[in-house]
């Protein structure tokens, strides 16, 4: 949380064109109780929190 009501999000993840940077701000501004445009996101730097993998089949 920053002094101006805005929230900074960081996770390794990444997005693949599957919503997930607006799901991650999504659930950030509800936990937080804040609109989800006063939420940052910043994914796909290895040195951030781990994060599940987005994949799909393993067939």
Known sequence: MHGNGR???ELAAHDVG???YSIMAQSAAAQ???P??????V????????????????W
Request: proline residues 6%.
């Open 7 to 9: 929230a900074h999000v």
């Open 43 to 58: 994914m796909g730097e290895a040195d951030l929190p781990l994060a599940p993998i987005s994949g799909g089949s393993t």
């Open 18 to 20: 599957t919503g997930t």
């Open 36 to 41: 989800v445009e006063a939420c940052d996101v």
């Open 32 to 34: 937080l109780g804040l």
